[in-house]
T-cell receptor, first 113, second 126 residues
């Protein structure tokens, strides 16, 4: 199974400042056939199901604010919130959808400083 | 409106069985590959398993901890996904979500889940 790790476990950022979450996979999730990284980012708020933010490592899901962006390739990925808003307080998960089981990272909690 | 609604969660004794259902609407369910994801209290997300569309073989895959105990099935005539859980242990206590990548009414091609249900709670305890 592909093991997903995330860092940091949690972070606190001032309103309007940048938040960065890192994700690493134990093996590459880049598909040679279509040159796409099968890496997604989700946001989960208490009592709610996860919400898809980013797929293919850097493609924003329709309706997701453009302050959310994803980058990286192969085994190393980053989710960036360019200007943190109060409504962004949540736990963020990365997930590889390259090969089953589609494993998730352990999550990173983002709070307001 | 695209929607997934889970049901069937309950309190069950260790060693017992439970059947969860997920009612789908707003997209072509028969073409969708459907997935179950669970989340233990205060913990992260765990992919449980998935079922392909019948057109793509209808095959199932499971994560190791549930293999041989859980069975995913689908009824395309009722647009319903099912999860039969047997030999339950306390480790299976979780919120169970169904999910798919047909959240925009068509296949996204990414295997990322853009449609989730609200979840149903399974508690395994004596």
């Amino acid at each position: 199974d592909i093991v997903m790790t995330q860092s940091p476990d949690s972070l606190a950022v001032s309103l309007g400042e940048r938040a960065t979450v890192n994700c690493k996979s134990s093996q590459s999730v880049l598909s040679i056939s279509n040159n796409k990284n099968y890496l997604a980012w989700y946001q989960q708020k208490p009592g709610q199901p996860p919400k898809l933010l980013i797929y293919w490592a850097s493609t924003r899901e329709p309706g997701v604010p453009d302050r959310f962006s994803g980058s990286g390739s192969g085994t190393d990925f980053t989710l960036t919130i360019s200007s943190l808003q109060a409504e962004d307080v949540a736990v963020y998960y990365c997930q590889q959808s390259y090969t089953t089981p589609f494993t998730f990272g352990p999550g990173t909690r983002v709070d307001i400083k | 409106e695209v929607q997934l609604v889970e049901s069937g969660g309950d309190l069950v004794n260790p060693g017992g069985s439970l059947r969860l259902s997920c009612a789908a609407s707003g997209f072509t369910f028969s073409r969708a590959w459907m997935t179950w994801v669970r989340q233990a209290p205060g913990k992260g997300l765990e992919w449980v398993g998935r079922i392909k569309s019948n057109k793509d073989g209808g095959t199932t895959e499971y994560t190791a901890p549930v293999k041989g105990r859980f069975t995913i099935s689908r009824d395309d005539s009722k647009t319903t996904l099912n999860l039969q859980m047997n030999s339950l242990t306390t480790e299976d206590t979780a919120v169970y979500y169904c999910a798919t990548d047909w959240g925009r009414g068509f296949w996204s091609g990414s295997n990322a889940f853009n449609l989730w249900g609200q979840g149903t709670i399974v508690t395994v305890s004596s």
